[in-house]
């Protein structure tokens, strides 16, 4: 869910920013206990009202772009903070997240939305999940914790603000499926939309945990060069450096998809460059992204707070 700050930012004078963060933040690590796990991100507008100073602004947050064919619904985007959170019962988390609601004095909701894993599990180090189009995903994020931080957590030297050193860049996309156009076409074209089985492994024969052949069909006669997976990684020994982990969403009357997540330590090597390199893909015609945003979450712990402040007005 995204929250925005009652009455706006604007004009705040940062100790009572201070303040108003220190409370959302408090309500979010209060809900991070007993099987939940809850953090929080930071919208570029947290940034734009004059309070923090520019430099503070980790480098890439921004109020996220429509990408070719999105129909962005301003109530369903962007936000103050985002908040997320997660666990294995679906009334722990939603009475977790009603508490931090009512615990962050003087913010409100601005959108939120529910997500569920359907066949969620890990293989492998990788978590796996089937998405609405009855494909399995996951298959290309990091098997290690390792890889995890090296593509998703900023490194220092990288140009950002001392504080956000540690953190990383979420982006949240809405993403509505046909899922009803979709299941009109045979499984055989819809693997040839997406590149891969229903099952993860790939169009040559190669099992899911293998690279797939992509340099031995340079024409993609096997894999259709406007398939989903070809396009978003064509090397497969260089994946792109982001760290997925999605949830589908129902909201009935035919409004369902996926809540499309990813992390990044560089936003425009990870999903700005996938995201570029999708335009025009086979699958384009069944989604349409409605929703979601830009964030910035902080490094573990509450220290952040006071080193952005701290440096924001010369003290730190």
Known sequence: MALDLAGGLSGRKPPALKAALTRVQQSVAAADKGGVDAWLALGSRVFAGGVLGGAQRPRQLRAMPSSAGDLLDPA????????QVTGGSRRAVQEAAERVVRQAAG?????EVNGFRDENRVEG???LARNPFHFTEGFGNPGTEREV???????????????????SYQVVRIVRFATELWDKDSVREQERIIGRRRDGRWLDGAPAHEQPGFAADPNGRVTPLDSHV???????RNPPPLVRRSYNYDRGDGDSGLIFSCFQRDLAN?????QKRLEGEAMAKYVLTTGGGYFFV?????????????QATGNA
Request: zero cysteines; glycine letters at 20%; aromatic letters at 10%.
């Open 270 to 274: 990870g999903f700005e460059a996938v």
């Open 107 to 111: 913010w409100r909701v601005r959108w």
């Open 298 to 310: 902080p490094p573990p712990g509450g220290g952040w707070i006071d080193a952005l402040f701290g």
């Open 125 to 127: 180090g990788k978590g």
């Open 149 to 167: 931080a090296d593509r998703a957590v900023v490194r220092s030297g990288q140009g950002e603000p001392d504080w956000a050193v540690g953190g």
């Open 76 to 83: 369903q985007s962007h936000g103050d903070v985002l908040v």
């Open 230 to 236: 070809r396009l978003a990684a064509p090397d497969r």
